[in-house]
C-alpha cells in the first residue's frame, strides 16, 4: 500500500466513524469493562467452563458468547423453540419471519458496541434463534397450562431450568435488541393470543429475578427499551424520585472520620453497628417500589428488604456494568451498592439488617453476605459529582453521628455495653453504690435519730 492509498483508507475510517456516530439507534449491549471484571477472579481463569456473574452459564443471546463450547447444548433447544412458536402460529412461515429479521439487521448491528464478525445469514439465523428463544420464555408467563406441559414433555425447556435461564437473560453481554423480540413476539405471539405488550410479559418473566420484594408487578417504563436488561433497570428505579442536593458537611463525627473525595464530596457512612451505637434505629421499609428507595428521618433508617441468593450477585454486577457503559442512565445502582458496602461492612453489621428483616439471606452466611457487598464496588470508577440520589442521605446521617450527644451515646454503648461481662460489672458497680448510699443513709440516720 503506498502513502496515497494509506491516507485514503484513513479518510474512509474518519466518514465511517462519523456514520456510526450519526446513526439512530446508540449502541447499548456492551462488553463488560475490564477493570469490573478483575474483581472477580474466575473471570480471567481459560480453565473454567464459564466466568461467573458477567457470564452465560446455560444460554448464550447474542453474538458475544455465540459458539461458546459450554453453552452448545442448548442451541437444540432453540430450534425447539422456534418450532414450537411456529406450530401455534401457522399461519406465519419461517421465511416471513427471515425476511423480517433481515429488514431488521443493519440496525441491528449497530446496537452493538463492537463489530459483529458474522455474515448476514449467520447473523440473521442468530437474530431470529435468540429472538425466538426469548419470545417463548415471555411466552410461557402466559396463562395457558396445557401448552406448558406439552412443551416440557417435548424436552423444550424443564422447570429446574428456569432460573438459569432468567439470569442469563439479565447478563450485560447476553442481549439482542428489544426491537428483534419485539417483532418476532408481535409475529409470532400477539395475534393469537391477545397479548397487548411484550414489555408486560418481560416484566412478569423477570421478576422472580428482583433482588426486593415486590407485591405488585411495576409498570411498564415509559420510552424506549433498548434490550431486557435496560427494561430490567428501568422497571426496578423508585418512581417517584427527588435528586437531592449536595449538601456541606458539618459536624463530622470525630468518632469517625468519612472519606471524601479530593473534592469534598461525602463517600460513606458508618457502619449498621456503628450507626446503631450512635442511636440509629433500623426499620424494614414497606410498601415501596424499588429496593433502592432508602430514606433516613430523625433516627430512623428504613431500608426496603434485599433477598440475597447465588443469582443476586450477578443481577446487582451486570446493573452497575450497564449503568458505568450507558451514558443515559443515572447512577442508582452503583449508589447503593456503595450505600450497602459502607452500611454491611461485616457480618456483625449483615447480622443485624438480617435480624430487623432487611436482608433476607439465602446464602450460606453472614460472611458471605458481607464479602458479596463489600465486592460490589471494587474497581468500580463513578463521578462523585454526577447526580446522587442518595448524597442526602449520606450528609443527614453524617450530621446525626457528629451530634455531641450520639457521640457520647455511640462511646457509651461501645466501652460499656459492648459485651455481657461489660454489662454485668456495670449492674455490679451500680448495685454496689446503691447498697453503699443506703447503709450510708440509715447509718446517719440512725444517729442523729435514734430510736425511742
Not at 458468547?65 to 430450534?79: M, S, Y
Not at 433500623?282 to 433477598?307: C, H, Q, W, Y
Not at 457509651?412 to 455481657?420: A, E, I, K, S, T
Not at 447503709?439 to 435514734?450: D, E, I, K, L, N
Request: glycine share 4%.
Amino acid at each position: 500500500m503506498d502513502e496515497e492509498d494509506w491516507v485514503d483508507s484513513l479518510k474512509r475510517r474518519m466518514e465511517e466513524a462519523h456514520c456510526n456516530r450519526q446513526r439512530q439507534d446508540p449502541c447499548s449491549i456492551f462488553r463488560v469493562p475490564a477493570n469490573l471484571r478483575r474483581c472477580n477472579l474466575k473471570s480471567y481463569d481459560p480453565t473454567l467452563t464459564h466466568y461467573g456473574p458477567y457470564d452465560p452459564s446455560f444460554v448464550s443471546i447474542g453474538p458475544y458468547h455465540r459458539g461458546k463450547p459450554c453453552l452448545q447444548q442448548v442451541e437444540d433447544l432453540k430450534w425447539r423453540t422456534l418450532r414450537s412458536l411456529l406450530l401455534r402460529n401457522q399461519a406465519v412461515s419461517l421465511e416471513r419471519c427471515l425476511e423480517e429479521m433481515k429488514d431488521l439487521e443493519a440496525r441491528a448491528r449497530g446496537c452493538y458496541s463492537e463489530v459483529v464478525n458474522l455474515y448476514s445469514k449467520d447473523f440473521v439465523e442468530m437474530m431470529l434463534l435468540d429472538g425466538c428463544f426469548v419470545v417463548f420464555v415471555l411466552a410461557c408467563e402466559m396463562d395457558y397450562a396445557n401448552q406448558a406441559e406439552e412443551d416440557e414433555e417435548e424436552g423444550v425447556l424443564k422447570v429446574w431450568m428456569w432460573p438459569d435461564v432468567k439470569k442469563d437473560l439479565l447478563l450485560l453481554e447476553n442481549q439482542i435488541p428489544f426491537f428483534v423480540v419485539k417483532a418476532l413476539f408481535q409475529l409470532l405471539v400477539s395475534p393469537f393470543e391477545g397479548i397487548a405488550s411484550a414489555e408486560e410479559l418481560a416484566i412478569k418473566a423477570l421478576i422472580r429475578c428482583y433482588p426486593g420484594r415486590r407485591d405488585s408487578l411495576p409498570a411498564v417504563p415509559s420510552g424506549r427499551i433498548h434490550h431486557l436488561l435496560h427494561l430490567f433497570y428501568k422497571s426496578i428505579l423508585p418512581v417517584t424520585e427527588t435528586e437531592r442536593s449536595h449538601a456541606n458537611n458539618h459536624d463530622l463525627l470525630p468518632l469517625y472520620q468519612p472519606k471524601t473525595s479530593t473534592k469534598g464530596v461525602l463517600e460513606s457512612i458508618p457502619s449498621a453497628a456503628d450507626l446503631k451505637e450512635a442511636g440509629v434505629k433500623f426499620k424494614v421499609k414497606k410498601n415501596v417500589t424499588s429496593f433502592l428507595d432508602v430514606t433516613f428521618r430523625g433516627r430512623v433508617m428504613e431500608i426496603p428488604p434485599l433477598a440475597l441468593y447465588d443469582k443476586t450477585e450477578s443481577v446487582l454486577r451486570n446493573l452497575i456494568a450497564f449503568e458505568r457503559c450507558y451514558m443515559n442512565t443515572g447512577d442508582h445502582v452503583t449508589r447503593y451498592a456503595l450505600f450497602m458496602d459502607c452500611l454491611a461492612h461485616g457480618p456483625r453489621d449483615v447480622s443485624i439488617l438480617r435480624k430487623e428483616g432487611i436482608i433476607v439471606n439465602w446464602l450460606s452466611g453472614d460472611e458471605e453476605a458481607a464479602r458479596m457487598f463489600n465486592q460490589l464496588f471494587v474497581e468500580v470508577a463513578y463521578d462523585p459529582w454526577k447526580n446522587n440520589y442518595l448524597s442526602g442521605l449520606f450528609v443527614e446521617v453524617s450530621r446525626f453521628c457528629g451530634l455531641r450527644q450520639n457521640r457520647w451515646r455511640a462511646k457509651l454503648v461501645r466501652d460499656y455495653f459492648g459485651n455481657p461481662w461489660a454489662i454485668i460489672s456495670l449492674g455490679a458497680a451500680v448495685t454496689f453504690l446503691i447498697l453503699t448510699f443506703l447503709q450510708t443513709f440509715f447509718a446517719v440516720y440512725s444517729y442523729f435519730c435514734p430510736p425511742s
